[in-house]
């Protein structure tokens, strides 16, 4: 628990098997009980650290009347049916989060056969596909899904008190993350959207689809102008200076683009081949994709097929089929 500013504090609640190790959610005092940003991962070991660093501000869950959740990501979301039945708090999240909830959580097994089945079409061998594990063991049993009591499309005000907390729509890495903005005390609350040292991960994923590398960028464009005085990630460490951190990320992307270019200068090729010349995480020196685990196969395939689609729908490059495989080529003109 640490105080980030009079009224406001970050709590950080343990992601299992995870390298990032935290989720960092944020309670905000008001004159009308507390509101929280986001909830954690759904385990008991979560419950009992959001528990414990309450109580170190003589808190409980009763006094928590809103939970806004960033986008529905189980590390953002999956607490929030046990808080919201602990507090009685009114929860919310954009609607589009709520369309991503039976497909993920409800049906989860079916879901993670269909991307599969989907990545398999684009390169991927069975032996790098690992088993459908979509939560932590026991986590389903823990407490079920939440449905919101409010929706948002962006651009709403958060009232509670005298707090007020702009909905600010940032698609890329979810379909329905938000940002939340205090213009007041210049904060922002970023979730996924902007972190401060490793870009978030940007992923073409069924049933989504769409265009998640181009809605990623015009978001990042959207929020550079804001006068924030402190960014507060949902995971890392808090930091300032938001016009440049969100130009790294863009210039990150470009130059990603362009690797996936270089790779298709003499032959097309499949998202999966492509993805094992593509140097991944370069702000901890670079990884090779051969050394990965197979889920961080899985995601790094997903995110060259973001920037795929981004470049297939500019027109730069174009798919085709060969034996039930998608290909990738440059088009001559390009």
């Known amino acids: 628990m640490a105080e980030i500013i009079p009224g406001i504090y970050q709590l950080k609640v343990?992601?299992?098997?995870?390298?990032?190790?935290?989720?960092?959610?944020?309670?905000?005092?008001?004159?009308?009980?507390?509101?929280?940003?986001?909830?954690?991962?759904?385990?008991?070991?979560?419950?009992?650290?959001v528990k414990r660093q309450l109580s170190e501000i003589r808190v409980d869950f009763k006094d928590i009347s809103h939970i806004i959740i960033t986008h529905v990501h189980g590390d953002h979301y999956g607490l929030a049916g046990k808080l919201k039945e602990l507090s009685g708090a009114k929860l919310a999240f954009h609607q589009l989060e709520k369309?991503?909830?039976?497909?993920a959580y409800g049906n989860a097994i079916d879901f993670f056969r269909q991307s599969d089945e989907?990545?398999?079409?684009?390169?991927?061998?069975?032996?790098?596909?690992?088993?459908p594990q979509p939560t932590p063991s026991g986590?389903?049993?823990?407490?079920?899904?939440?449905?919101?009591?409010?929706?948002?499309?962006?651009?709403?005000?958060?009232?509670?008190g005298a707090v007020s907390l702009q909905v600010v729509w940032t698609p890329g890495h979810a379909p329905g993350h938000i940002c939340l903005y205090d213009a007041q005390r210049r904060l922002f609350f970023a979730g996924d959207h902007i972190l401060p040292v490793i870009t978030p991960n940007i992923s073409l994923r069924l049933p989504s689809a769409g265009n998640p590398l181009g809605d990623f960028i015009n978001s990042l464009n959207k929020v550079k102008m804001?006068?924030?005085?402190?960014?507060?990630?949902?995971?890392?460490h808090i930091f300032s200076n938001l016009p440049a951190r969100v130009e790294e990320i863009i210039q990150h992307h470009r130059h990603r683009t362009g690797e996936m270019l270089d790779t298709l200068r003499t032959k097309p090729r499949t998202a999966y081949e492509m993805s094992a010349d593509i140097t991944w995480m370069p702000e901890f020196g670079g990884v090779k994709f051969?050394?990965?685990?197979?889920?961080?196969?899985?995601?790094?395939?997903?995110?060259?097929?973001?920037?795929?689609?981004?470049?297939?729908?500019?027109?730069?490059?174009?798919?085709?089929?060969?034996?039930?495989?998608?290909?990738?080529?440059?088009n001559q003109s390009k």
């Open 14 to 49: 343990p992601i299992p098997f995870n390298p990032l190790e935290y989720t960092n959610i944020y309670l905000i005092k008001t004159d009308d009980g507390y509101l929280l940003v986001d909830a954690g991962v759904n385990t008991p070991e979560a419950l009992q650290a």
């Open 99 to 103: 369309n991503q909830i039976y497909p």
């Open 118 to 131: 989907w990545l398999k079409s684009n390169g991927i061998p069975d032996h790098e596909l690992p088993l």
């Open 139 to 160: 986590e389903q049993k823990f407490s079920p899904p939440a449905l919101p009591d409010i929706t948002f499309q962006g651009g709403e005000t958060v009232s509670v």
């Open 226 to 236: 804001f006068d924030v005085k402190l960014v507060l990630p949902a995971h890392e």
């Open 290 to 330: 051969h050394t990965m685990a197979p889920w961080d196969k899985r995601m790094a395939v997903s995110e060259t097929l973001a920037h795929l689609e981004a470049l297939r729908l500019d027109g730069i490059i174009s798919q085709f089929y060969r034996d039930s495989i998608i290909y990738y080529r440059r």
